[in-house]
């Protein structure tokens, strides 16, 4: 287990909705990232949040948002779902706003249909 | 220029045989180079990293090779191991400011037979 947790592991939804995918860090860790993992674009960075505050911003689409709560997890808001956007997501997090303690979760599986 | 090529998409290995998976990048501006393991159902897991001022390291049976002035770094994998089978990963940090990101090459997936 390596301290991030993210909910829920599986996702079945439709074209056009919209899902929230939950990330808790690790304890102790400021810094949340997420990443799209799919067959044909490998692991994509989307979004860094660091102590409640956008640090950098990847290859994230107009649809996705991303938000750091004062407790620290982070939540990322897909909406106007596609048949494309079918990947796993994975959280990571990490002690400060670098590298150090670089730690992912598990990941959700989203399947649009 | 912010890319990380990987190859090979595949690669199977003998037990006991070395497992070699390579990188090269453009960014003169890259300045962490990390490999990640990963299994099936799993997210990506630190194995083993380097910095541009260093030419190799070596953790256990895994051994990063780094060629700075090729902009090519390398991992091998001595004594490779059936448990050793899944995705491989090299990515790199662009040193950018305060950020954690990550740019990953399209990843290796490593089969090791017994």
């Known amino acids: 287990d390596s301290g991030v947790t993210q909910t829920p592991k599986h996702l079945i939804t439709a074209t056009g909705q919209r899902v929230t995918l939950r990330c808790s860090p690790r304890?102790?860790?400021?810094?949340v990232y997420w990443y799209q993992q799919s067959l044909d674009q490998g692991l994509q960075f989307l979004i860094q949040?660091?102590?409640?505050?956008?640090?950098a911003k990847g290859n994230i689409l107009e649809r996705f948002s991303a938000q750091q709560f004062p407790d620290l997890h982070s939540e990322l808001n897909l909406s106007s779902l596609e048949l494309g956007d079918s990947a796993l997501y994975f959280c990571?997090?990490?002690?400060?706003?670098?590298?150090?303690?670089?730690?992912f979760g598990s990941g959700t599986r989203l399947t649009v249909v | 220029q912010q890319q990380v090529k990987q190859s090979p998409q595949s690669l199977i290995v003998q037990k006991g045989g070395i497992s070699i998976i390579n990188c090269a990048y453009e960014?003169?501006?890259?300045?962490?180079f990390p490999w990640y393991q990963q299994f099936p159902g799993k997210g990506p897991a630190l194995l083993i990293a380097i910095r541009p001022d260093v030419s190799e390291k070596k953790e256990g049976r895994f051994t990063i090779s780094f060629n700075k002035s090729a902009k090519q770094f390398s991992l091998h994998i001595m004594d490779s191991q059936p448990g050793d089978s899944a995705t491989y990963f090299c990515?790199?940090?662009?040193?950018?400011?305060?950020?954690?990101?990550?740019?990953f090459g399209q990843g290796t997936t490593l089969q090791v037979k017994p």
């Open positions: 990515a790199a940090s662009p040193g950018s400011g305060n950020t954690g990101k990550l740019i």
């Open positions: 949040y660091y102590n409640g505050e956008e640090r």
């Open positions: 990571a997090s990490s002690p400060r706003e670098t590298l150090y303690g670089y730690t």
């Open positions: 304890s102790g860790d400021l810094s």
């Open positions: 960014n003169t501006a890259f300045d962490y």
